[in-house]
């Protein structure tokens, strides 16, 4: 069928007239054939039955009195006729009386006989059955059966049985059918001949018609037009295609003209967007030169502000250094007050300058946030211990919120972080009077190892109207005008805050409802970290020491012979919040501490009058008497050899320190025995933990002005330029003095002090040297050995260490060189070291501590 589909017309055409004669001739023959056959049946049964009719009469007498022969004779006269095959003259009782059988044929070709003992007999149902079917002219048979009676006196005595064959009928039917056959040949080709032709009418204009198509769609030409050739559906349909291209062809002029209008237009536009484009080029290489100079007036602005707020910072330094000289020295109450609001207001000045140096630095862009592993558990609980003092004084608490999974460890800037919860939090505090403050913190969400952290601090305090808020984040702005007045700020520290939170890759946002209360809150992103990670952070040189930012609210009493050392100690121990006592020698120290009050003892270990081990001795001998509980005292000792440390621990002393001794160790002293005495506030951390680095940088690489962040304190040294050689650190070790000490406030002091005391010590020594006196000259040595060594006079610590051990030795051979050499280095000492001290004391200023705007701000707000 398919394949019929896919036919041309012109085919289909011809095979549909072939086949619908084909079909009319098959009805035609076989109703010819049906016909011819039933008629020819009928004459046939007809002649035969006229046939028996005639032998039945003619041998009606045979059968009457059975003579056999005669009707035997009669049969014979059937050999005329050879289609008959058998003829029967049979009885009343059915016995065959005579029979004819054709030429060839035998009695079992005949049905209706039945073989008998008595002779062949006739079965008259079998008989009746053929002779029915005879009767038929429908049934095609091969044989023909009539039956016919053979009466008597209107009596029946017999019947005439005769089979004939259909030879006959075949013979005619196959000349017939030879007939037909040529006839329908002949039909097919004329039918074959005129279709051929005839379809034309119909595939011609449709095989015109798709040429045409064709045409028009490979040439693209609208312009062809189909010829109609009849009126017919064919001729519609080319009309109809003839239209179709008509109404193409004058779309197409129509788009032709268009399409010209709009290369004009386009033209036209083309021209004026140049036009318009040269402007704009001008107004974008103004802007541009706008700009640029604007931005290099943000820069020289934001420089000017840096450069500012540092220059300021020396010398602000200086103001509070001296200030708390001024306090150490025994004012009256007024002049205490005078003083300590010097000291306030110059605090708050530091933090505000702090914090536009801050900003200053975010504005220039230089600004970067250090990656480093920390603790955030930590890091919240420090925070929230620095502002306890604070919160506390106004009847506040600060809760903390920690949400679950927060990981232990990340990775990123903790001062940074440290900075913005510490101004959100003084923020909430300063604006709050009763109710509670906040710190809230929550896990955002975890993505392999980043994660998002969210901080909030909420507070139910005085609340910011809708206006204020659009405003705060602004550089110096704050809700409104009174805010000044009342709680002073200078409305920095939420447009730091928010900055450097963008820095951390999130959006400070505020909410808030005067009268109720304001949520600040951020999200941050760190990346995990692992402890091992964070305690290497901590562990590293530059980072804090542990317990940085300790402060101890002790009394200690400094045993020390050497007045340098005497200061140094001081200095330190006062840095890290202690009153100091000193005791020139063991004598003194065990006078001191009968009186009570002290905390702890620094003993040196070897002393004029009563040496350390001895006052140690004494001491324990006391505590045991009166059954006091035991002072912790900690060796200072200048020989830093096995076996001293021993030796102090079996003298009573419970811990060792040699000199020169840094900061750190201090404090690490008064964290092992002092624990209790530990104060809760952070305030000078920074700015002595991260001092010695910051100074060793910048003598080191001799000060390019840069500098680094957070510390607040190093540039004021690094920006001087100074270039100690080799040679002058051998002298004098100024930047080993300066990590030790934590800055430059007092090295003038210092050098002076040390110049002093030991050209007495060297003078002393003098004579004991040329009478060679070996106890008289150790003495002297092992003292003038730890002053240098805490001084930082490293070639005198060197030589006062030689001529110490062969004193001790007993060996006096070298002790005149020895003594000369260190003389010598002495005077190279007071000839560098004062004018290195003072290039360093006023670079550096001479302020008792400088602290980094992200400590300033409780420390000047529990100050206020
Ligand atoms: P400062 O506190 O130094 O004035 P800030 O930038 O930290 O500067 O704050 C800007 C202003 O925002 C504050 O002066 C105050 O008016 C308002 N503000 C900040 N935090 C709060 C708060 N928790 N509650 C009420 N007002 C606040």
Redesign the pocket.
């Given at each position: 069928m398919t394949r019929f589909r896919d036919l041309t017309i012109r085919r289909k055409l011809i095979a549909i007239l072939l086949l619908t004669n084909a079909i009319v001739l098959a009805l035609v023959v076989a109703a010819f054939v049906v016909n011819e056959a039933a008629t020819f049946r009928t004459g046939m049964r007809g002649e035969l039955t006229a046939l028996a009719e005639i032998l039945g009469n003619n041998s009606s007498a045979a059968v009457a009195f059975n003579d056999g022969t005669a009707a035997t004779g009669m049969l014979a006269g059937l050999r005329a006729k050879p289609a008959v095959m058998a003829a029967f003259v049979v009885d009343a009782g059915g016995m065959v009386l005579a029979s004819y059988l054709g030429h060839g044929v035998t009695l079992s070709q005949v049905p209706f006989i039945v073989q008998g003992a008595a002779g062949a007999r006739v079965d008259s149902q079998r008989l009746q059955r053929e002779v029915a079917r005879t009767a038929n002219p429908l049934l095609l048979q091969r044989h023909l059966f009539v039956d016919s009676p053979i009466v008597l006196d209107g009596q029946q005595v017999g019947r005439v049985v005769i089979q004939s064959d259909s030879r006959e009928l075949t013979a005619r039917l196959e000349v017939f059918l030879s007939l037909v056959a040529a006839v329908t040949l002949g039909g097919f080709l004329l039918v074959y001949l005129l279709a051929s032709r005839l379809q034309r009418v119909i595939s011609e204009p449709i095989d015109h018609l798709v040429e045409v198509m064709k045409k028009v769609s490979r040439e693209k030409d609208y312009a062809m037009r189909a010829e109609k050739g009849s009126d017919d559906e064919l001729g519609a349909l080319v009309e109809c295609f003839n239209d179709m291209l008509d109404q193409i062809q004058q779309r197409d002029q129509r788009l032709e003209t268009y399409s010209g209008e709009l290369e004009g237009v386009v033209r036209r536009r083309t021209a004026e967007l140049s036009d318009a484009n040269q402007v704009l080029s001008h107004a974008v290489e103004e802007l541009r030169e706008a700009k640029e100079a604007a931005e290099a007036a943000s820069v020289a602005k934001s420089q000017f502000l840096a450069n500012m707020s540092h220059e300021i910072r020396t010398p602000m330094n200086g103001v509070l250094g001296m200030v708390s000289l001024l306090l150490e020295s025994g004012l009256t109450a007024e002049q205490r007050n005078f003083a300590e609001a010097v000291q306030g207001s110059g605090e708050s000045l530091l933090s505000i300058i702090n914090?536009i140096l801050d900003f200053s630095k975010i504005e220039a862009g230089r600004l970067e946030l250090e990656v480093t592993s920390f603790r955030l558990g930590e890091l919240v609980c420090e925070v929230r211990e620095m502002l306890a003092p604070l919160a506390m004084r106004k009847g506040l608490e600060i809760s903390l919120v920690c949400g679950p999974a927060i990981p232990l460890y990340l990775e990123g800037d903790p001062v940074r972080l440290r900075q913005v919860l510490v101004?959100?939090l003084?923020?909430?505090i300063?604006?709050?009077s009763e109710g509670e403050v906040q710190l809230r913190i929550e896990l955002a969400e975890e993505q392999g190892e980043r994660v998002q952290v969210i901080f909030e601090?909420r507070?139910t305090?005085?609340?910011?109207t809708p206006e204020?808020q659009q405003?705060?984040?602004d550089s110096f702005?704050?809700?409104?005008n009174s805010?000044?007045r009342n709680?002073?700020?200078?409305?920095?520290?939420?447009?730091?805050?928010k900055q450097l939170v963008a820095l951390m890759g999130g959006d400070l946002q505020?909410e808030?409802e005067p009268g109720k209360?304001?949520t600040?809150r951020f999200a941050a992103g760190f990346a995990k970290s692992t402890a091992d990670a964070a305690n290497a952070a901590v562990s590293s040189s530059l980072a804090p020491e542990p317990g940085a930012g300790s402060f101890f609210t002790a009394s200690i009493l400094v045993a020390e012979d050497n007045t340098v050392n005497q200061e140094v100690a001081r200095h330190l121990l006062r840095m890290l919040g202690c009153r100091v006592e000193i005791a020139s020698n063991g004598a003194e120290a065990v006078e001191a501490a009968a009186h009570g009050g002290i905390d702890l003892i620094f003993m040196d270990c070897q002393m004029p009058v009563m040496d350390g081990f001895t006052a140690c001795g004494v001491l324990r001998e006391r505590e045991r008497e009166r059954g006091a509980g035991r002072l912790p005292i900690v060796a200072l000792t200048a020989n830093a050899i096995a076996g001293d440390r021993e030796r102090c621990l079996e003298a009573g002393m419970d811990d060792y320190l040699s000199k020169p001794f840094t900061i750190g160790q201090l404090r690490g002293a008064l964290l092992r025995w002092l624990p209790d005495l530990e104060m809760p506030v952070e305030a000078p951390k920074g700015s002595v933990a991260g001092h010695g680095a910051g100074l060793r940088t910048g003598v080191e690489t001799s000060g390019t002005g840069v500098e680094t962040s957070g510390t607040g304190v190093d540039s004021g040294v690094v920006g001087t330029g100074h270039d100690d050689g080799e040679a002058d650190r051998d002298i004098f070790d100024v930047a080993g003095f300066l990590e030790r000490v934590g800055d430059a406030s007092y090295l003038e002091m210092f050098v002076e002090k040390f110049i002093e005391s030991a050209g007495g010590v060297l003078e002393e020594m003098a004579p004991t040297v040329r009478r060679r006196e070996c106890e008289e000259v150790r003495r002297p040595a092992h003292s003038l050995k730890g002053a240098a060594a805490s001084m930082g006079a490293e070639r005198m610590r060197e030589l006062a260490t030689r001529l110490e051990a062969e004193a001790n030795a007993g060996d006096v051979s070298n002790f005149a060189v020895l003594f000369a050499d260190l003389w010598d280095a002495f005077r190279a000492f007071c000839d560098r070291a004062p004018e290195i001290a003072r290039r360093y004391g006023s670079g550096g200023g001479s302020g008792t501590r400088r602290l980094s705007s992200v400590e300033e701000?409780p420390r000047r707000l529990t100050s206020s």
């Open positions: 914090n101004n959100l003084a923020n909430a300063k604006f709050t601090v507070d305090g005085i609340g910011i204020a405003r705060i984040f702005s704050q809700a409104d805010t000044t709680f002073g700020g200078t409305g920095l520290g939420l447009a730091i805050a505020v808030s209360g304001s600040f701000k």
